[in-house]
């Protein structure tokens, strides 16, 4: 994936994230230090051996590892077991290959991730749904989500793709077995209906998502959006003001 700065390890749970750069402090329990240390060991070295100059620090989620070097996210995650607590995070950096700024917001568990980013036009947000746990998603069904109380969204997201590609050829779902993509909105804050579905994440408590695992069976999860404002904001480029209510 991308790229950091030299790894510390400390006695403490919480990230603390400034725009551009992120620094994590691993909290570890008594006996687990000398385990975790040696998977960010392998983690840095690994690094070190595809990218010699770089020097890297990993943020950490549930069960994974995210390495940042030279200041650039890639696209690979590095998965290594431990504990920790899901949280929000965010991409803020410059794609090594094309120059351009790349930003994104993400969430993670043991289970799934959440990756919300606009299209290559800086104008559409999509989201990215990844399911870790054996099994796949069912092809061509919705994803549902819901924050709090409010509208149950992506009852009709087939039927809208269909039409968006028959008539626009303009896609707005993409069903891989372990991740479905989708667009979740415009983009614009200043176009009808503000920031929709974004603005309530922001303002929102706990984001609820189900999906078809088979013909007759789904899955459901929920997502804390304590905390999730600042990653949110800078992985869309967005601002307290654009979405403030």
Same mark, same amino acid.
């Given at each position: ?85 899901? $949280? ?128 007759? $069976? ?28």
């Amino acid at each position: 994936m991308a790229q950091q700065t030299p790894i510390g390890l400390h006695n403490e749970a919480k990230p603390r994230q400034g725009r551009g750069s992120t620094e994590v402090r691993l909290g570890t329990r008594e006996g687990e230090l000398p385990s975790i240390a040696v998977r960010i060991s392998v983690v840095i070295r690994f690094v070190a051996a595809t990218s010699p100059n770089a020097i890297g620090i990993c943020l950490s989620q549930r069960s994974t590892i995210m390495c940042k070097i030279n200041g650039f996210f890639g696209l690979t995650l590095l998965m290594v077991p431990f504990t920790a607590m899901a $949280d929000w995070t965010y991409i803020d950096s410059i794609d090594p290959f094309t120059d351009e700024p790349s930003r994104a917001a993400i969430w993670e568990d043991e289970s799934h991730r959440i990756q919300l980013s606009r299209e290559k036009d800086g104008k559409a947000v999509w989201m990215y749904l990844t399911r870790k746990l054996s099994g796949s998603f069912e092809p061509d069904t919705p994803i549902e989500y819901r924050v709090d109380q409010l509208v149950l969204r992506g009852e009709n997201m087939i039927d809208l793709h269909e039409l968006l590609e028959r008539y626009l050829n303009k896609p707005s779902y993409i069903w891989e077995p372990g991740t479905v993509a989708f667009s979740t909105w415009h983009g614009d804050p200043n176009e009808p209906g503000g920031c929709g579905f974004i603005g309530e994440l922001l303002h929102g408590e706990t984001l609820r998502v189900r999906y078809w695992i088979s013909k007759v $069976d789904r899955e459901t999860f929920s997502v804390d959006l304590t905390g999730s404002d600042e990653s949110i904001l800078i992985g869309l480029d967005l601002s307290s003001e654009d979405c403030a209510q």
